[in-house]
């Protein structure tokens, strides 16, 4: 199978590039090779004859048209999105024309060519998204995130990513057009930006720096290591109904401060400071604005329907974090001086 990949060189879409061409799919990475962009992450596999890579922009509707007309894909997997939350706060502008705008290129461009094509029964458009439209949970543990929850995005990024989910359902009922749709858990391992949590904590640390935990550190997250959502995603495609969504959890709920607290375990143990432990850089700053307190993931339909359930407990995959990072100095010094990071954002 031929695969058209969006945002390739980003974090997520990187994971799902290593993976399928690992498996025999042949990838074409298409990425503008924004701010959190990275061809880096794709170096294992750049010199494979099943790669290709283009320096396309989902905004730029004919050069997605030639995208499709030259590599003529087999299925679309859609993960080009602006995704920080605290960004989507100072800048919505760049969330509305890439998540929103952007998804309707590539529906459109998508349905052009599988029109020419004779309309493939084979062929699939994969929408990956973010639990973040579903908004935020109570504290009772029995309560999760299913595939019919209703939405109700509380910050420009998740509301950004709602529309575009929308629309993609919209091009299936409207134009019949194939679609599967993903929402995923947040997600930590390798290749992650240094803007996100997990990133942020282990650098800081590593530099002696305070560790910022916004409010009291008591918001909920289900974490998901990125290498099982490449592989859940893989599975999603090929084996998903179409018109069907599937929730894609790791299973592993912690609170902000539980985290940061098991990743200053780790580190105590690979690289101890030489006094006291790193939990002791702790520090409570002010909060996001309009900051979910909880977000959980509900995985019964892709369990139960296609077999998939993550791999690692949220500390094995932390470990292996850990020591992706610390062995991987080069990559993330290289990017502290891109736009924004190791600066607080999102505090208007």
């Known amino acids: ?26 990838v074409i990475n298409l990425d503008a090779l924004t701010y959190a962009a990275c061809l880096d992450n794709v170096a294992s596999v750049a010199e494979s004859p099943l790669y290709h890579f283009e320096h396309v922009d989902i905004r730029d509707r004919a050069a997605v048209d030639k ?18 939350v605290d960004r989507s706060i100072d800048g919505p502008g760049d969330f509305i024309e890439t998540n929103i705008s952007g998804t309707f290129n590539m529906l459109e461009a998508a349905r052009k060519y599988w029109l020419d094509k004779g309309c493939p029964e084979s062929f699939r ?34 509301a950004s990513k709602a529309a575009s989910d929308h629309l993609v359902r919209a091009w299936h009922e409207t134009y019949n ?25 282990i650098i ?3 530099a002696g720096e305070p560790l910022p935990i916004y409010g009291d550190g008591k918001n909920i997250r289900d974490w998901l290591f990125v290498e099982d959502h490449a592989d ?9 109904k179409v018109g069907a969504s ?32 790193y939990a002791d850089l702790i520090t409570f700053v002010q909060d996001r604005p309009g900051h ?15 077999g998939w359930k993550p791999s690692v407990t949220v500390e094995e995959g932390l470990r292996k974090t850990v020591e992706w990072y610390l062995e991987n100095e080069s990559w993330w010094r290289a990017l502290q001086d891109r736009d924004g990071v190791g600066k607080r954002l999102g505090t208007v």
């Open 1 to 26: 199978m031929k695969l058209l990949v969006t945002g390739g060189a980003g974090f997520i879409g990187s994971a799902v590039v290593r993976r399928a061409v690992s498996q025999g799919y042949e």
């Open 67 to 84: 995208v499709f007309e030259t590599h003529q894909p087999d299925a679309v997997m859609h993960l080009a999105a602006e995704s920080h």
């Open 125 to 158: 458009f994969h929408h990956i998204s973010t639990d973040e439209v579903f908004g935020s949970l109570p504290s009772d543990p029995t309560v999760q995130f299913t595939e019919t929850t209703p939405y109700d995005p509380r910050s420009p990024y998740s």
């Open 177 to 201: 057009l194939p679609v599967v749709l993903t929402n995923c858990s947040n997600n930590y391992g390798p290749f992650h930006f240094p803007e996100k949590l997990v990133p942020v904590i």
């Open 204 to 206: 800081k640390a590593l």
């Open 232 to 240: 859940a995603l893989l599975v999603a495609l090929k084996n998903g």
């Open 246 to 277: 599937y929730n894609i959890g790791g299973e592993n709920e912690r609170t902000n401060l539980e985290l940061v607290q098991t990743l200053c375990n780790i580190l105590d143990e690979f690289r101890p400071r030489s006094e006291g432990s």
């Open 292 to 306: 979910d307190a909880r977000y959980a993931i509900d995985p019964t339909r892709i369990r139960s329907e296609l």
